[in-house]
Nanobody, 117 residues
Framework: QVQLVESGGGLVQAGGSLRLSCATS????????MGWHRQAPGKQRELVAS???????NYADSVKGRFTISRDNVKNTVYLQMNSLKPEDTAVYYC???????????WGQGTQVTVSS
């Protein structure tokens, strides 16, 4: 089992910044991928960014140049630095981990990010 605990969401004005953190614990594979998805009201959950244990990153086009994903492999924690936030970034942000032999994704509980105009 893998546990994920997110923190760092909140309310911010457009143009502002927030940093999300997701700490993982449990049985973790040495080779894995962690990332962030988000879900806005009435919309499907979508990938925001991901990062492998080797440091390869992937971003949604909508956040490229504004968001930066990083990880600390010693602390088993992934971060999402969000700059130049827009109202359309408002959503519940979910941390995700996958890479174990059970081949299933593990999700955090979600953290609300609200960007006011």
């Amino acid at each position: 089992q893998v546990q994920l605990v997110e923190s760092g969401g909140g309310l911010v004005q457009a143009g502002g910044s927030l940093r999300l953190s997701c700490a993982t614990s449990g049985r973790l594979a040495s080779i894995n991928t962690m990332g962030w998805h988000r879900q806005a009201p009435g919309k499907q959950r979508e990938l925001v960014a991901s990062i492998t244990s080797g440091g390869t990153t992937n971003y949604a086009d909508s956040v490229k140049g504004r968001f930066t994903i990083s990880r600390d492999n010693v602390k088993n924690t992934v971060y999402l630095q969000m700059n130049s936030l827009k109202p359309e970034d408002t959503a519940v942000y979910y941390c995700i981990y996958y890479g174990n032999s059970d081949r299933r994704p593990y999700w955090g509980q979600g953290t609300q990010v609200t960007v006011s105009s």
